[in-house]
């Protein structure tokens, strides 16, 4: 079908924005492969989770695609090589975000030669059992390239309880400026629909179906071309409208399925991916690449040339700029898309796997000014896609009344800024609802940890008073067994201690000749008859 006959789903989520769009910098730019620089910083935190932990040092040398870094526990990847060089230092280095922090980093000065380690393609993937794929796939260090960074080989493993019939990749991009996924969708279709069915083979769907945005009319037209030959898998296009291309609004626009609040896409028996992660799941599954590099889009006012490129990872977010032709007049450098994307404090911080854009707005562009109070006009509740009540959130985050905040479904908040940007008082909404969310966390944090300080010290207590009963229990029985022992010797019935003064009694009698029948028995404490001095005991 070709594209122009392609209907146009409309978006089925409420509310929702239009801005303007600043795609036309980059859209019509092929992707161009950045040069590998001379120095790449590779930060071993790329992905939602536990950050890897390296496993070089300073003076080895790697090759392009080996392991520097290996991942620690359930929710975490690799982090590799970008080329092959020898790793300068295992230290802190600015992050890309917006505390501008330092993070453990892994730098690797290039030896210029960007030799490749040894690799293993899987060219014919249905001859491996999908828990196989998963674990290729998180060996490659894959994560969700659309800026989530959610750790891929997971979302592939939806479990026995939710079987999965659609795979949708999301081809939305519907954040101004980005343009990366349209130019992937452009220049490497059949690509991208073979990771898909990867994808769809892991998950055990049935249908595989791409959505693109109807603003992007030649990659609906290159992906329909790509996937003629392939009947089971649909291309379709979707209302352009933000946020079209988060998750959960793209999957009821797709399949009328809505995801709950708080479930996963899964429970609606569908598993999303972003085209460039399809992509990356084609590299790593056929060519049996891992994740080294990835194409962004830089753009804004501030940047001389706008341009989608292909960066290894690690790449200093400067060379990437000067790649561009510098920037002048800088009034905020943002990570992502300007929605939903992390305003980074400079430019020595190093692209990774979730940098799917980098953004040099201009002061012009920027035109903030200063926030003024909420006038209560309810721009943020028509513009918001998940139903909720923006300016209250707002005023329960600013009074700190975080319980509360919470019987306003805070936490169906998928931040994309829809409300801050209709904002005639230029509010910074989204902080607050993320300030809010990270404050609710921390105190349930908290709360956990002195839950669990509270169940150790109670088992601890129990313990104690149980070892001192059985103690106590202890003490009884070799009591009891002792005087059984001494009944077995002869039982009078007389208390042991007193038998035993008896007994020594009458032998002194004896020595003495006194008839034991003119005896008796000593007091405890008294002496003897007859006078003695000597103490019973
Ligand atoms: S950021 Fe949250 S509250 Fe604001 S429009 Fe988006 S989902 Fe609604
Ligand atoms: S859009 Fe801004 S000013 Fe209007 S109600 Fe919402 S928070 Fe208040």
Same mark, same amino acid.
């Given at each position: 079908?070709?594209?122009?006959?392609?209907?146009? #789903?409309?978006?089925?989520?409420?509310?929702?924005?239009?801005?303007?769009?600043?795609?036309?910098?980059?859209?019509?730019?092929?992707?161009?492969?950045?040069?590998?620089?001379? @120095?790449?910083?590779?930060?071993?935190?790329? $992905?939602?989770?536990?950050?890897?932990?390296?496993?070089?040092?300073?003076?080895?040398?790697?090759?392009?695609?080996?392991?520097?870094?290996?991942?620690?526990?359930?929710?975490?990847?690799?982090?590799?090589?970008?080329?092959?060089?020898?790793?300068?230092?295992?230290?802190?280095?600015?992050?890309?975000?917006?505390?501008? #922090?330092?993070?453990?980093?892994?730098?690797?000065?290039?030896?210029?030669?960007?030799?490749?380690?040894?690799?293993?393609? $899987?060219?014919?993937?249905?001859?491996?059992?999908?828990?196989?794929?998963?674990?290729? @796939?998180?060996?490659?260090?894959?994560?969700?390239?659309?800026?989530?960074?959610?750790?891929?080989?997971?979302?592939?493993?939806?479990?026995?309880?939710?079987?999965?019939?659609?795979?949708?990749?999301?081809?939305?991009?519907? /954040?101004?400026?980005?343009?990366?996924?349209?130019?992937?969708?452009?220049?490497?279709?059949?690509?991208?629909?073979?990771?898909?069915?990867?994808?769809?083979?892991?998950?055990?769907?049935?249908?595989?179906?791409?959505?693109?945005?109807?603003?992007?009319?030649?990659? #609906?037209?290159?992906?329909?071309?790509?996937?003629?030959?392939?009947?089971?898998?649909?291309?379709?296009?979707?209302?352009?409208?933000?946020?079209?291309?988060?998750?959960?609004?793209?999957?009821?626009? @797709?399949?009328?399925?809505?995801?709950?609040?708080?479930?996963?896409?899964?429970?609606?028996?569908?598993?999303?991916?972003?085209?460039?992660?399809?992509?990356?799941?084609?590299?790593?599954?056929?060519?049996?690449?891992?994740?080294?590099?990835? @194409? #962004?889009?830089?753009?804004?006012?501030?940047?001389?040339?706008?341009?989608?490129?292909?960066?290894?990872?690690?790449?200093?977010?400067?060379?990437?700029?000067?790649?561009?032709?510098?920037?002048?007049?800088?009034?905020?450098?943002?990570?992502?898309?300007?929605?939903?994307? !992390?305003?980074? $404090?400079?430019?020595?911080?190093?692209?990774?796997?979730?940098?799917?854009?980098?953004?040099?707005?201009?002061?012009?562009?920027?035109?903030?000014?200063?926030?003024?109070?909420?006038?209560?006009?309810?721009?943020?509740?028509?513009?918001?896609?998940?139903?909720?009540?923006?300016?209250?959130?707002?005023?329960?985050? %600013?009074?700190?009344?975080?319980?509360?905040?919470?019987?306003?479904?805070?936490?169906?908040?998928?931040?994309?800024?829809?409300?801050?940007?209709?904002?005639?008082?230029?509010?910074?909404?989204?902080?607050?609802?993320?300030?809010?969310?990270?404050?609710?966390?921390?105190?349930?944090?908290?709360?956990?940890?002195?839950?669990?300080?509270? %169940?150790?010290?109670?088992?601890?207590?129990?313990?104690?008073?149980?070892?001192?009963?059985? %103690?106590?229990?202890? %003490?009884?029985?070799?009591?009891? $067994?002792?005087?059984?022992?001494?009944?077995?010797?002869?039982?009078?019935?007389?208390?042991?201690? /007193?038998?035993?003064?008896?007994?020594?009694?009458?032998?002194?009698?004896?020595?003495?000749?006194?008839?034991?029948?003119?005896?008796?028995?000593?007091?405890?404490?008294?002496?003897?008859?007859?006078?003695? !001095?000597?103490?019973?005991?």
């Amino acid at each position: 079908m070709a594209e122009q006959d392609t209907p146009i #789903l409309p978006a089925g989520f409420p509310g929702g924005i239009f801005p303007a769009e600043h795609k036309e910098a980059t859209a019509g730019l092929p992707i161009r492969r950045l040069p590998v620089p001379a @120095v790449l910083r590779v930060p071993l935190k790329q $992905h939602i989770g536990n950050p890897a932990v390296a496993t070089v040092q300073p003076g080895d040398r790697v090759c392009k695609g080996e392991v520097v870094g290996k991942p620690e526990g359930f929710v975490s990847v690799p982090v590799h090589a970008p080329t092959s060089g020898t790793v300068t230092a295992v230290d802190d280095y600015p992050a890309p975000h917006p505390s501008g #922090l330092s993070a453990p980093t892994v730098t690797i000065e290039a030896d210029g030669a960007d030799q490749w380690t040894d690799l293993t393609p $899987h060219p014919d993937f249905e001859d491996l059992r999908p828990a196989e794929i998963r674990s290729l @796939v998180r060996q490659a260090g894959l994560v969700g390239l659309g800026g989530a960074g959610f750790p891929t080989f997971i979302k592939l493993n939806p479990g026995p309880d939710r079987p999965v019939d659609t795979v949708l990749l999301n081809g939305g991009e519907s /954040e101004p400026y980005l343009t990366c996924d349209d130019r992937l969708m452009r220049e490497r279709p059949r690509e991208i629909l073979q990771g898909g069915s990867i994808i769809a083979y892991t998950v055990g769907a049935r249908r595989l179906v791409v959505a693109i945005e109807a603003n992007k009319p030649e990659a #609906l037209s290159a992906m329909l071309g790509a996937a003629g030959g392939w009947p089971q898998i649909e291309v379709v296009a979707v209302e352009n409208r933000y946020p079209m291309g988060a998750e959960k609004q793209l999957i009821l626009s @797709v399949t009328g399925r809505e995801v709950p609040s708080g479930r996963l896409p899964a429970d609606v028996g569908v598993v999303t991916q972003n085209v460039g992660t399809a992509y990356a799941v084609f590299r790593a599954l056929v060519h049996g690449e891992p994740l080294i590099e990835r @194409v #962004l889009t830089a753009s804004g006012g501030a940047l001389s040339a706008p341009a989608n490129l292909e960066v290894r990872i690690g790449t200093p977010i400067e060379e990437v700029a000067a790649a561009c032709g510098g920037y002048s007049d800088l009034g905020r450098l943002i990570m992502g898309g300007p929605l939903v994307g !992390s305003a980074l $404090h400079g430019t020595a911080p190093p692209v990774v796997k979730e940098t799917n854009g980098l953004i040099f707005q201009s002061r012009a562009e920027l035109a903030d000014g200063p926030a003024l109070p909420c006038i209560r006009c309810g721009a943020c509740v028509e513009a918001c896609p998940v139903h909720l009540m923006p300016n209250e959130m707002y005023n329960l985050a %600013r009074s700190k009344e975080l319980e509360k905040i919470q019987d306003y479904d805070l936490f169906d908040c998928i931040e994309c800024g829809s409300c801050a940007y209709v904002c005639p008082s230029r509010l910074p909404l989204v902080h607050y609802y993320r300030f809010a969310k990270n404050e609710i966390q921390a105190k349930e944090r908290e709360k956990e940890k002195a839950d669990i300080a509270r %169940r150790r010290t109670e088992a601890r207590e129990a313990r104690l008073q149980r070892e001192k009963q059985e %103690r106590e229990a202890k %003490r009884q029985a070799r009591k009891k $067994h002792a005087r059984a022992a001494q009944a077995g010797e002869g039982d009078s019935g007389e208390d042991p201690r /007193e038998e035993a003064a008896r007994k020594a009694a009458e032998k002194r009698r004896a020595r003495r000749g006194v008839p034991a029948e003119d005896s008796a028995a000593p007091p405890r404490n008294g002496t003897a008859a007859g006078g003695g !001095s000597e103490p019973t005991r």
